[in-house]
């Protein structure tokens, strides 16, 4: 058996291949708008082309955050480059709902188990439907599981599965079961049945069910986009990062394809969902640690930006968690969310980009759903079902 697969023939014989997109992972790619996709162009009076949201979800007080700047001091360095908002009012309706808020700009009240598509549209959808931006734009790359794969897009009639974000998800990519089939994998050979049953094994590692959910309706990327997709996922999948393991790994992989996808892609909107500070329900130390992994792996995406040509002072980077945290420890030396004190209903956010003040701390109130009309209005979008509104204050 050779020892080095073709990229081709590995994504021919792992059902990777362009008639059989839906069988990855966690990736979908659609695409119903018709003619050429639209240039990542800004509203009138705006400088930046690209968005990137990290939504540093999982409960994250700023008490361990901006309140302790030693636990991320990327994130401090990054503000003195922006703002910080440290009145955000965030409700506490759960991860998923307070999580997927963001996303649509509405209140959204779901299940803590329910993994039930959001019936509103969410900012994928809006951006490309009002600006006509293909799927090969607007990305998701997510950490917390199929609840997270959800955020592509919403089930409301004008929008859906159309308009729905391309989304990976790391755990889905670095699959320990694929990784070990790509090191043993050969080319295949017609009629080897070792071979063959290496295919099946492989096959048997993609869960098409996570996927089913984030696809199922709409048309395909266009074919060479396609082609880009197969060999980014190839190249993901191949890399070093595989073998990345300790505190918040599956946040660091969700980070690491997020900076991959903005190099190989250029995308209009990137959105990066966390989901492991929820660890502080059993460890305090285990949640700061997880802050501290994602405060170094943000840094990494951020100086990944300015070395960018292309993406340097033209990027806007968004970066809050759903909500915060109890005021005080539970029983097993950790905190849980439910006591209602400033310390959960309180955020920050950190927003950093060529059209916002620099160096400075804005006091005015916000809710944390304004943060997705707050990007949509960078590019002259409007979230026509949200009532939220736009954080102006941000703005030189």
């Known amino acids: 058996m050779a020892n080095n697969v073709s990229r081709r023939d590995f994504l021919r014989f792992s059902g990777l291949t362009a008639g059989a997109l839906a069988a990855a992972p966690a990736i979908a790619a659609r695409n119903v708008l018709a003619g050429p996709p639209a240039a990542p162009s800004p509203a009138p009076g705006f400088k930046a082309t690209h968005v990137v949201f990290v939504s540093m979800a999982g409960g994250v007080r700023s008490r361990e955050t901006i309140q302790t700047p030693a636990n991320v001091p990327n994130l401090m360095r990054m503000a ?19 999580s997927l808020s963001c996303y ?46 959800n955020f592509a897009y919403g089930t409301h009639d004008a929008y859906g599965a159309g308009y729905g974000a391309n989304v990976i998800s ?35 590692s993609l869960d098409p069910g996570p996927l089913s ?21 190839l190249d993901e999948i191949s890399a070093k990062d595989t073998g990345l393991t300790g505190p918040g790994v599956a946040d660091a992989k969700s980070v690491r394809i997020g900076a991959n ?58 970066v809050m968690p759903e909500f915060g945290r109890d005021k005080d420890l539970n029983q097993r030396n950790g905190l849980d969310h439910g006591d209602s004190s400033e310390d959960l209903t309180k955020i920050s956010l950190i927003a950093i980009g060529p059209d916002f003040k620099k160096g400075k701390t804005i006091e005015t109130k916000y809710e944390s759903i304004d943060i997705c009309p707050t990007m949509a209005h960078l590019f002259g979008v409007k979230p026509e079902l949200s009532r939220a509104k736009v954080m102006t204050d941000v703005f030189a």
Do not use: C
């Open 104 to 149: 649509t700009g509405i209140t959204e009240i779901m299940g803590i188990r329910e993994n039930q598509r959001g019936k509103n549209p969410t900012i994928f959808e809006y951006m490309r439907k009002q600006r006509r931006f293909s799927a090969n734009q607007i990305w998701l790359s997510t950490s917390g599981g199929n609840q997270q794969l």
């Open 80 to 98: 003195k480059d922006g703002v910080i908002l440290p009145n955000i009012r965030a409700q506490n309706v759960g991860h998923y709902g307070a």
């Open 213 to 233: 959910r984030v696809s199922g309706e709409g048309l395909t990327n266009d074919p060479a986009t396609v082609k880009r997709i197969e060999k980014f996922i």
């Open 261 to 318: 996808i903005l190099k190989v892609f250029k995308p209009v909107f990137l959105g990066v969902a966390l989901n492991n500070a929820d660890v502080a329900h059993g460890s305090f130390n285990g949640y700061v640690d997880v802050i501290r992994r994602n405060d170094d792996e943000i840094g990494k995406l951020y100086d990944a930006i300015q070395a960018d040509p292309d993406l340097k002072d033209k990027t806007a980077i968004f």
């Open 170 to 204: 790391g755990d889905g990519v670095f699959n320990a079961e694929f990784k070990d089939i790509l090191e043993k994998f050969g080319r295949p050979k017609t009629g080897n049945e070792a071979e063959m049953k290496l295919v099946e094994k492989l096959q048997a």
